[in-house]
């Protein structure tokens, strides 16, 4: 009578919530290479942590941005000379899909939506 | 204190022992919500190897390759991905999808890199050793070749097949290209001259093909059968035919084996001198598409259209990746132990 082969465990799936790529990972720390050119690896630490600073300044500055947008009416300037108003909801944690309501489209109004970020040029709206 | 020396046989009688088969168990990687169309694994990188599948779900994802765990997910297709490749350090990703192109991705962030617009479905994507040129087919009939230095410049454009090209291939150091298609033929081209070098022309479309460079072996199936071709001469070595109409096979890294998968949805490992089926394996609930060995040989890894991948081990019962053995010695050990304390009242010095 054959014996089932043990495993330690099954596969990990994927995380509902990301798109993975884990950048605490030791392959991503290892190999990825920032977007500014300064932050090579052999650029000095001055240099670095000005960098650093301006960085963590942009993003908090964004993501203050994105939490003072919700509920408030926001105009999309899109690719292919698209314009949208809508009210915008949230965004998800890797500024894939922004959800909105009352998006005002040429075809009409959607009551719910997502709109695909890697389509959105800018956005403005009031503060 | 009396030591009995008693064989080892009394204990654990050695046929019991010898008929301690195992079976094999494969592990399911879900995550994919449609049918999986195709795999592909890198090289061995310093951190280990990996593995891409391509969905019609177009979301293809890239997964630790001895565990299947998922690392994450290429998002930007709008279409279902038909074809996907890493490269040999796996930095770099290449993806061939429904929605007309074919994208280039960062495989350390995930980040889309470069996308290239097609004129049609695109199916298959591979690239040179080097990483720098990214062979496009599909269906649109043409072999495009882009070079990734230079992405805006045009691709070089290769005319000759009648009908949609399923799979192309660099080969022979990549100077040369191998693509099937639709038109049932496989034909090679050279890269530097563009033109057709040799044509195969078969009874029935090609199901799929692999290409391995250590040897120059082409792996193909048509119909129920699995073929094997030199690569450079284009000379058939050897057919198998299988129990059913086969989608995918691969070669074993050390040519001893290969195995097959198709429409009974069922794995076979057949030994590649003898040709002899060595064994099927049931698991997936959907027919097999595409099957492929991991490049250190340990396991190999299928697609269903049951929307999983499944990894099986070559060795069944050896320690690798998740799969652990219960070495029977360890097991043998213990209940010796135990007999001897019960039956002799031996108390441990």
């Known amino acids: 009578m054959a014996t089932p082969v043990s495993v330690l465990r099954l596969p990990k799936g994927p995380d509902p919530n ?10 991503f720390v290892a190999l990825c290479r920032t977007s500014i050119s300064t932050s090579a690896a052999e650029a000095d630490a001055k240099e670095l942590q000005r960098e650093q600073r301006a960085r963590s300044a942009l993003r908090e500055r964004f993501l203050r941005c994105l939490l003072t947008m919700t509920n408030k009416k926001v105009q999309f300037h899109m690719h292919e000379k698209v314009d949208v108003e809508a009210t915008f909801g949230a965004s998800d944690i890797d500024v894939l899909n922004f959800q909105v309501s009352d998006l005002h489209t040429p075809i009409g109004v959607q009551k719910e939506a997502l709109i695909r970020c890697q389509d959105v040029i800018s956005f403005t709206f009031d503060m | 204190m009396i030591y009995l020396t008693l064989p080892l046989s009394v204990f654990c009688p050695l046929s019991s022992w010898r008929s301690m088969a195992m079976r094999q168990t494969p592990l399911t990687c879900s995550g994919h919500t449609r049918p999986v169309v195709d795999l592909a ?10 593995l891409i ?18 690392i994450g997910t290429f998002l930007g297709h709008k279409g279902a991905v038909w074809g996907a490749t890493l490269n040999t350090d796996a930095t770099k990703a290449a993806t061939a999808a429904a929605d007309f192109t074919a994208k280039v991705w960062d495989a350390v962030s995930g980040d889309e890199v470069l996308s290239l617009a097609h004129k049609h479905i695109v199916k298959s ?8 040129c990214l062979l496009t087919a599909g269906n649109d009939k043409l072999l495009r070749i882009y070079d990734l230095s230079q992405p805006e410049a045009p691709s070089q454009e290769i005319a000759g097949h009648s009908a949609a090209i399923k799979k ?7 100077k040369q290209i191998l693509s099937a298609a639709d038109d049932k033929t496989i034909r090679l081209w050279d890269r530097s001259s563009m033109q057709e070098v ?4 078969f009874e029935t479309s090609v199901s799929s093909m692999e290409y391995m460079a250590d040897g120059e072996l082409l792996v193909i199936t048509y119909g129920k059968t699995i ?3 030199n690569a450079l001469s284009l000379e058939l070595i050897k057919t198998v035919e299988a129990p059913a109409p086969i989608n995918s096979a691969s070669l074993h890294p050390e040519k001893d084996f290969f195995v097959a998968g198709g429409e009974d949805f069922k794995l076979y490992k057949f030994d590649y001198s003898t040709k002899e089926e060595l064994e099927s394996y049931k698991g997936h609930f959907g027919p097999v598409h595409c099957v492929r060995f991991s490049p250190d040989g340990e396991l190999y890894a299928s697609g269903s259209e049951d929307g999983t991948l499944r990894l099986w081990q070559t060795a069944v019962g050896k320690t690798y990746g998740l799969w652990k053995c219960v070495l029977p010695g360890k097991s043998l050990f213990v209940s010796v132990y135990t007999c001897l304390v019960r039956t002799f009242h031996f108390q441990p010095v």
């Open chain 2, 227 to 229: 073929a094997f071709y």
């Open chain 2, 198 to 201: 040799k044509m195969l022309t």
């Open chain 2, 125 to 132: 994507v591979n690239f040179t050793q080097d990483s720098n």
């Open chain 2, 41 to 50: 694994f890198s090289g061995i990188t310093p951190f280990g190897y990996f």
């Open chain 2, 53 to 70: 599948s391509a969905c019609k779900d177009g979301k293809p994802m890239l997964r630790q390759g001895d565990t299947g765990d998922w």
């Open chain 2, 168 to 174: 192309a291939l660099w080969c022979n150091n990549d």
């Open chain 1, 18 to 27: 990301s798109r993975g790529f884990d950048p605490n990972s030791p392959r």
